[in-house]
């Protein structure tokens, strides 16, 4: 027999249950009043910003109304029926977007108030309705579009009735088309959600005051009714493009927020092992989880940043993918926990396995000479040495297995004898076997390391300074 002997022990799934449910977040009532609290924050301040915006927009409005008084009778009139149409349908979603912000700010204290329940569910109903709002915004739009082109058709008759002059009307057409690209440019974001379509209008301008200069002003008419078309066109889609903006802004605030402070709140936390005992556990699930948190922290605060300080230059969809970068966070913050509170507890039944292992062998005569951690890194493998009168020495080693879940461990057993005798190593082996099957640790594959036989174990193996100096681990 082998001075180095392997097996595989595994912990009993209903152990494993067992653990799981008894692992209690200590602090939990405290930290869904610390997160309420800090979202009835955030709900006051959005709500507050969306009133602004809504200010803005209606002041912007304003301004619209008086600059149609300018305006010839016939195409006043028009306009003024196209842009309260037009009104009505922002008023609408103006509702629309307070009562969004109030669905997700409830949906947030829902989530908040279990914080053990998956929300991948909710989250993908959230995108879902991101998705079909931004659907809904560009059909009303297209509606829009198409009254406005049968209003023009019907306005360039009742022009041509009132005035008779074509070069009366083209100069009406024109001053419209030129005051309504102004106004664009003034008030609009133009080069952020229509790059080159003012300028592409202005172009069209041009070329009818080219027209009406040659005294073409048939061709002027035609031109500048279109460039006019088209600037009321732009003006409806930039409107709809800020209130798009805002809408996706505001909750892009709200989700990488939300997802900002859980990702902080579950950092480090103490985990209550059993409901009737005072013990508690610290849970570094940045530690546990091998610095995924800190990649995960890292992803979220970009996006934080990224609201903040480039705020007016994000365009729309940026703004779509930063909110399904925050909602996905979630689900990934919920694995990482899971994961981490599993990594925690395996760590703790690989020092339970050595305490079954330590009881036996003190009954066969040994005493624990030192214990350790390889690199002192609680996620890796634990190491135990223990030693006779005679001063023969067994080293145990229960280390993480990377073919198994992570409940699953290597057993290594290390003998150091003096007179080697196979008989009792294998009996002292199976009697170790067998005390771990009571505690619910299956132990299976046990085999021999070839090379050892009849010799002791590799002498490096008993250097607990050179095992606390390694780490097979990744930081």
Same mark, same amino acid.
């Given at each position: ?30 930290? +869904?009043? &610390?997160?309420? %609290? ?5 709900? $006051? /301040? !959005? @709500? #507050? ?35 309260r149409q037009f009104r009505e349908q922002q008023q609408k979603f103006q509702r629309q977007l307070k009562a969004d912000a109030k669905s997700q700010q409830a949906y947030t204290d829902r989530r908040i108030s279990d914080v053990n329940k998956r929300i991948d569910q ?10 079909? +709002?931004? &659907?809904?915004? %560009? ?5 829009? $579009? /198409? !009254? @406005? #082109? ?95 903006? $805002? ?38 699930v940045s530690y546990w989880s091998g610095g995924r948190w800190d990649k995960l922290h890292k992803r979220i605060t970009d996006v934080c940043e990224r609201l903040k300080v480039q705020k ?164």
């Amino acid at each position: 027999m082998s001075a180095k002997r392997e097996a595989t022990v595994r912990v009993a799934k209903n152990e494993i249950k067992r653990l799981r449910k008894q692992a209690k977040r200590a602090d939990r009532a405290s930290y +869904q009043n &610390r997160m309420l %609290k800090k979202q009835k924050q955030q709900k $006051e /301040q !959005r @709500l #507050q910003k969306l009133d602004q915006v809504i200010r803005q927009q209606d002041n912007r409005a304003r301004q619209y109304d008086k600059r149609l008084n300018g305006m010839g009778r016939d195409l006043k009139k028009m306009a003024q029926k196209q842009h309260r149409q037009f009104r009505e349908q922002q008023q609408k979603f103006q509702r629309q977007l307070k009562a969004d912000a109030k669905s997700q700010q409830a949906y947030t204290d829902r989530r908040i108030s279990d914080v053990n329940k998956r929300i991948d569910q909710v989250s993908k109903s959230l995108s879902h309705k991101i998705e079909a +709002q931004s &659907r809904q915004f %560009k059909n009303v739009l297209k509606g829009q $579009e /198409q !009254r @406005l #082109q049968t209003n023009i058709d019907n306005l360039s008759h009742a022009i041509e009735q009132r005035l008779g002059d074509q070069s009366a009307m083209a100069r009406e057409w024109l001053k419209s088309a030129r005051e309504e690209v102004e106004f664009i440019k003034t008030h609009y974001r133009h080069a952020l959600f229509a790059p080159g379509e003012a300028e592409a209008i202005e172009r069209t301008i041009s070329m009818a005051a080219g027209d009406s200069k040659s005294a073409n002003y048939e061709a002027a008419i035609v031109t500048g009714r279109k460039g006019f078309l088209e600037a009321q066109k732009l003006r409806e889609k930039l409107e709809y493009a800020e209130m798009e903006w $805002e809408h996706f802004y505001s909750t892009a605030q709200e989700t990488a927020g939300t997802a900002l402070n859980q990702i902080e709140e579950n950092r480090c936390y103490a985990l209550k092992m059993d409901e009737f005992e005072e013990q508690e556990v610290e849970l570094d699930v940045s530690y546990w989880s091998g610095g995924r948190w800190d990649k995960l922290h890292k992803r979220i605060t970009d996006v934080c940043e990224r609201l903040k300080v480039q705020k007016r230059a994000l365009k729309t969809g940026e703004l779509q993918g930063m909110i399904k970068i925050a909602v996905l966070s979630e689900s990934e913050l919920a694995d990482l926990d899971e994961f981490s509170r599993n990594a925690l507890l395996a760590s703790v039944k690989r020092c339970d396995i050595q305490e079954q292992i330590h009881d036996k062998l003190a009954e066969c005569g040994y005493h624990l000479v030192e214990s350790t951690y390889e690199g002192d890194d609680h996620r890796g493998a634990y190491f135990m040495k223990m030693r006779n009168g005679s001063s023969e020495e067994i080293v145990t080693e229960v280390a993480p297995d990377t073919n198994g879940d992570v409940f699953t461990n290597r057993l290594t057993f290390n003998f150091f004898d003096n007179s080697p005798n196979e008989m009792v190593r294998e009996e002292r082996t199976k009697e170790i076997g067998r005390i771990l099957e009571q505690e619910e640790i299956s132990v299976s594959n046990l085999r021999c390391v070839p090379g050892y036989e009849h010799h002791n174990a590799p002498e490096e193996t008993r250097s607990f300074e050179l095992i606390r100096k390694r780490n097979s681990l990744q930081p």
